[in-house]
C-alpha cells in the first residue's frame, strides 16, 4: 500500500475498488472533472461492468472524490488508462497520484499508456514526474478540437 504515501499526511483518504454500484458518483466526477469530455452514461456502465479492467476510486469519508479505470490489452502487452479524475476541491493533495499508483500496482503487463489534453499541464507534470514518457500526439482528439498527448510507461 506504499501509494496511500502520496497522499497528503493524516488524510483519511482511502483508495478502494469501484463496482457497478459506483455510477452515480461517477456520474458525477466525469461531469465535474471533465465538463466537455465526460463519458456518457451506457460508457461508464460498461466501464463498471466489462471484463479485464482495473477500477479503483479514492474516498473520503465515504464520497467518491477520485476515480481510475484501467483496460488491460494482453493481446498488445500493455494497459491503457481510460479516464482518472479528481474532484477539483481535492486536487493537489497527491490522490491522482495514489490512484496511478494503485493501478500501476496491479498490472502485469511491461507497459500503462495514457492520453491528456495538451493544455492540461498540471497532469502532463504529473505524469512525467511518474516516469512516464511522451509518445505521440492525436490531433484533434477531444471533442472540441483539442489535441491528446499520448504518453507512456514502461513497467
Known sequence: MAYLDAIAPGSSVSIEPATWRDLNDLRHL????????????????????????????????????????????????????????????????????ALLLAVEQQLTLPRVRLNVRVSNQAAIHLYLELGYQRAGVWSGYYQDGEDALVMEKQL
Request: glycine letters at 8%; a positive charge; aromatic letters at 8%.
Open 30 to 97: 466525469e461531469k465535474v472533472c471533465f465538463p466537455k469530455d465526460a463519458w456518457p452514461l451506457l460508457d461508464l456502465i460498461g466501464l463498471l461492468t466489462w471484463p479485464n479492467l482495473i477500477r479503483l476510486k479514492a474516498v473520503n469519508a465515504g464520497v467518491m472524490i477520485g476515480f481510475v479505470a484501467c483496460d488491460l490489452r494482453p493481446a498488445d502487452n500493455l494497459a491503457w488508462i481510460a479516464t482518472i479524475g479528481v474532484l477539483p476541491e481535492h486536487r493537489r493533495r497527491g490522490i491522482g497520484r
